[in-house]
């Protein structure tokens, strides 16, 4: 049945992200194009400038728009109207939280995905790719020299510390809706205090545990101690995990026990 809520949440949300997100390629092409093929003057820079500024625009509408269809899929589904037929269905909350996080973060990754390559394409001189590869070895080696570390466990930490991140910063959002939903009146506002409150005591656990292991993020980033970085990044993995299995049992019982379509 999870399969099958998949699907649907994919379709659903896809009628709002396709339309978009190929129009971010197209911009950047155009402006590709523009730089490429046309010479400088000033009606053409000015072209340049508005074409470009647009693509800029959109996308940081595409992450606003992101944000907004993350929540309103959300709280519609299972906290609004829709709730009276999402919960008739022979799904548990927990399947469906799990189908709502999944599709979010498949499309937060997308819209990154797709915005990053609209940036990369206009760069107007990509001649340092084959000279970054091909010094890549060295490079690689004086890092790991310099900053005792291996290169590719440091970049894994990275990329694994990102996604922990979308994981965790959408389950909060989620909790924050569950905690809302809890009040008699003036849900929307209630959410939002909740969030507000959340990320306080996100904020402060991380700054106690750092604070007990003796780490500081900032002290360890001036003097260049990655290995120091490295364990920091492992200990936000961690909390952050924790946190999300906190936010993931709040949004669980609340829609299990408490939910009130009234």
Known sequence: MLGKLFKYEMKATARFYLPMLPVILFLAIINKMLFIFLPDNPIINAIRFISVSAQVLLIFAAFIISFIIMIQRF?????GEEGYLSFTLPVSATNHIVN???VSCIWTIVTFIVCAVS???LIPDYSWISTFFGEFSTLRSQF?????????????EIVFAA????????LMIYASLCLGHLAKSNRILVSFGAF???????QAISTIVLSILGYSFFEASSTLEAGTISTLLLTQIGIGLVLSVAYFIVSNIILSK???LE
């Open 163 to 170: 996604l922990i991140a979308i994981l965790s910063s959408t």
């Open 119 to 121: 940036v990369f394409l």
């Open 100 to 102: 709502k996080l999944l």
């Open 75 to 79: 709280y519609k589904s299972l906290l």
């Open 258 to 260: 408490h939910l009130n």
């Open 196 to 202: 507000f409150v959340l990320s306080t005591i996100s």
């Open 144 to 156: 790991e020299t310099i900053l005792h570390i291996n290169f590719w466990f440091f970049a894994i």
